[in-house]
């Protein structure tokens, strides 16, 4: 226990190269008391055996990478339980039917529920066959899931993975039919998706930060389909790929 704790909060204080970044984590180094007893748990099952390094620190989540008893490395996405952070989130939950009664009746909070719905939005990816960290184990805020990385080595995110011009094509094509299988087979619509929000691993593209991902019937869900459309579309354009319009990228999704 003593070892968890020294290690979350090392972690988060250390391995932060920019001011920023090092203010953002020394402020959030104190994991609040209820999410650290989870951790707790969790060791003390053995779903873990340490927690030891902070592979992010973001707006709404801190990501760690821990490590199993037989060593293999697993990734723990702790959501930020200060609710204030999440306001802007109100524009995917409008509309969606699975928040249809509301928050408040199981005494769940809001971050609560977005790790949920990570959960559940990973599981209809990997359902799909699409390439996605296989979700472990959730506990209120505290959702654990397949390391994407080697040798404690997070995969890069597209926009850092310094891609030749082939592998660039081909990713491209990797990640449009996954955003068409997402939305046909999974019938969801990432809402965020961009070179930050795909990891790039063995050669393939990994999607992930799919708790704000919304139903295809979800009343803005075309308007997030088409900005998911341009931000990939984008960064893909920016590196040399010769890329389809926005429109004719829309349609092959949809239709
Ligand atoms: P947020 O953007 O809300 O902070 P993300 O889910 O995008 O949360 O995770 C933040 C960062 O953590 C990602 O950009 C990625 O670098 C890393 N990360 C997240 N999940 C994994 C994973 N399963 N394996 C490896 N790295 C991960
Ligand atoms: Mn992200």
Known sequence: ITAIRGSVRESAIGKTKT???ADRATAERAIDH?????LYKMLNKGAFRDISGCISTGKEANVYHAT??????LAVKIYKTSVLEFKDRARFMQGDFRF?????????????????????NLMRLKAAGIRCPTPYLLRLNVLVMEFI????????????????????REGYVEI???MRTLYQKCKLVHGDLSEYNILYY????YIIDVS?????EHPHALDFLREDCVHVSDFFKKHGVAVMTIRELFDFIVD
């Open 19 to 21: 001011t920023d970044k």
């Open 68 to 73: 199993q008893s037989q060593g293999q490395p």
């Open 149 to 168: 990385g080697k040798y404690g080595c997070a995969a890069p995110r597209l926009k850092d993975a310094a891609l030749s011009l082939d592998k660039l």
């Open 212 to 216: 704000q991902a919304v139903e295809h």
């Open 100 to 120: 249809k009664n509301g928050y408040c009746k199981h005494t769940k909070t809001m971050v609560e529920i977005w790790a949920k719905k990570e959960r559940g």
């Open 176 to 178: 449009i039919i996954a």
């Open 202 to 205: 063995e050669g393939h593209l």
């Open 34 to 38: 209820k999410t650290r007893m989870i």
